[in-house]
């Protein structure tokens, strides 16, 4: 008897196993599609629950209000990210050309810039000096090199172009996917939570803590660093336009990926630009822009940051910079989400298991043990 059970249960497991892994098979391909649905609805679920908290259940037609609800929500969230992404995208890529192709007419018709002109020079010894003399710019292979990486990055920005076109269709796929997938999550959310829940052999305690700190992660991430990120691209555009900075929105993306750095961050693309602006001998301009760079770019971010994260991350900065650095390596875009809520769910989990451990043990010292109800009742007091 006991040989038929080892038998029957090695088999419910390996058939278990074998489903498992065709059925990851079968969806890894919308890998990328199911993780930004669910941050999606980790970020828009608190508007629409309320939303739908107004419709009154007794009246006529409440289902298909709800659905029709659900589908304004995701199609409307879908075309607010998308649309604005697009239009910068397209700007970004313009701005990039133009700027490639400014700075191969720079370089190439001001061969004696950086030993002709005082600022050329102090830029050259500037250059030599940070670079630990492995770089100099007055160097005639340098400025070769500066131009064939510019006709490089024109050659290979046009081969993307032509990739991106070419995978349109894809693109309008995935998209359909996308909305589809957030429609049926604001409409079945709760449902499809609980059959998810209930799939993964983990103690409930376990699961709803889980649950509940990937939502709030997922919501302190996107706050406390993208939000901010943006904020801080947002400031820098408003402050290059003004001062007459070309090719301001390629230099504010920049300030975007920067923001991410601790330490320098931003400072790393409004520095130079302030700079140059001091370079060209308006040294007044150059101050005041360095200084509203300091002040509303990179300053602020110290009093808006705490104020998205309220302490929801106990997780150095260094640390998180790290995270997204090697999840934009495994996991390409989806890194920017995915490697921060890895390192800070292990922190979770680990912090899971030892206060389950120190309540072990604590329970153990005390002589208690749980009672149907879950209440600890002590052996010796325990009335009949």
Request: one cysteine or more.
């Amino acid at each position: 008897m006991d040989n038929t059970r080892t038998i029957q249960a090695a088999f419910s497991f390996g058939l278990l196993a074998l489903l498992f892994a065709v059925l990851v098979r079968m969806l890894a391909p919308f890998f990328s599609v199911f993780l930004w649905v669910i941050v999606i609805y980790i970020l828009v679920g608190p508007l629409h629950r309320k939303a739908a908290a107004r419709l009154d259940e007794r009246a006529k037609f409440y289902t298909a209000k709800r659905r029709l609800l659900a589908g304004a929500f995701s199609l409307g969230t879908i075309i607010a990210l998308i649309v604005p992404v697009a239009c910068i995208s397209v700007l970004l890529a313009r701005q990039f050309l133009s700027f490639l192709k400014s700075a191969e007419t720079t370089v190439s018709a001001n061969r004696d810039f950086f030993t002709a002109t005082e600022a050329g020079r102090l830029i050259a010894d500037a250059v030599d000096s940070l670079s630990f003399h492995l770089v100099n710019p007055a160097d005639a292979r340098f400025r070769a090199q500066i131009i064939g990486f510019v006709q490089h990055s024109n050659v290979r920005l046009v081969e993307l172009g032509t990739t991106l076109a070419g995978g349109a269709g894809r693109f309008c796929l995935s998209l359909v996917f996308l909305v589809f997938s957030v429609f049926f999550l604001f409409s079945d959310g709760q449902y499809l939570a609980g059959l998810f829940a209930k799939a993964i052999p983990l103690n409930p305690r376990y699961m709803s803590a889980l649950s509940a700190k990937f939502a709030e992660i997922t919501r302190s991430l996107f706050a406390g660093y993208i939000v901010v990120a943006l904020y801080q691209a947002a400031a820098a555009f408003v402050i290059m336009k003004a001062f007459g900075v070309s090719g301001a929105l390629l230099f504010s993306a920049a300030v975007l990926f920067c923001a991410f750095i601790p330490l320098l961050g931003t400072a790393l693309i409004w520095g130079p630009v302030g700079i140059s602006i001091l370079c060209t001998g308006n040294v007044p301009r150059g101050v005041l822009f360095l200084a509203l760079c300091a002040v509303f770019v990179s300053s602020l971010d110290n009093f808006i940051r705490p104020f998205f994260l309220k302490d929801r991350i106990n997780v150095h900065p260094l640390v998180i910079f790290f995270a997204i650095l090697g999840g934009l390596k495994l996991f390409g875009l989806n890194g920017l989400i995915l490697g921060p809520l890895a390192v800070i769910l292990f922190f979770t989990v680990l912090d899971l298991l030892t206060s389950s451990e120190t309540e072990s043990r604590r329970t153990d010292l005390s002589g208690s043990r749980p009672n149907a109800a879950g209440a600890p009742l002590a052996g010796s007091d325990r009335v009949s």
